[in-house]
Nanobody, 122 residues
Framework: QVQLVESGGGLVQPGGSLRLSCTASGSTLSPTAWYRQAPGKEREFVAYIARTGASVYYVDSVRGRFTISRDNAKNAVYLQMNNLKPEDTAVYLC?????????????????WGQGTQVTVSA
């Protein structure tokens, strides 16, 4: 069973940047998605990358600002977040092994990391 660990979160001012990492152990990192969950809100799908990295997908609210990438040699997936906004504040989590169809990602329920906090505030 894959174990995922997210890192790279922190406090940043609006307009700033952060790079999140999702690293895997116990199994090769398969198709991977980033989610986020803000206080009092449901978990929200943010971005997806296929196993080879040849296919990526972003939700409208982050397209053009966030970039998902992967390094299979390091068994890691990254989320580069630029031009951050206060509404991007959330715990960011990764999920591996699910699939994307018609813009909807279907996660594997037992393949979540613990999350990393991103806070965007002046």
């Amino acid at each position: 069973q894959v174990q995922l660990v997210e890192s790279g979160g922190g406090l940043v001012q609006p307009g700033g940047s952060l790079r999140l990492s999702c690293t895997a152990s116990g199994s090769t990192l398969s198709p991977t998605a980033w989610y986020r969950q803000a206080p009092g809100k449901e978990r929200e799908f943010v971005a997806y990358i296929a196993r080879t990295g040849a296919s990526v997908y972003y939700v409208d609210s982050v397209r053009g600002r966030f970039t998902i990438s992967r390094d299979n040699a390091k068994n890691a997936v990254y989320l580069q977040m630029n031009n951050l906004k206060p509404e991007d504040t959330a715990v960011y989590l990764c999920n591996a092994g699910g699939y994307l169809t018609r813009g909807i990602y279907y996660p594997v329920e037992d393949a979540w990391g613990q999350g990393t906090q991103v806070t965007v505030s002046a």
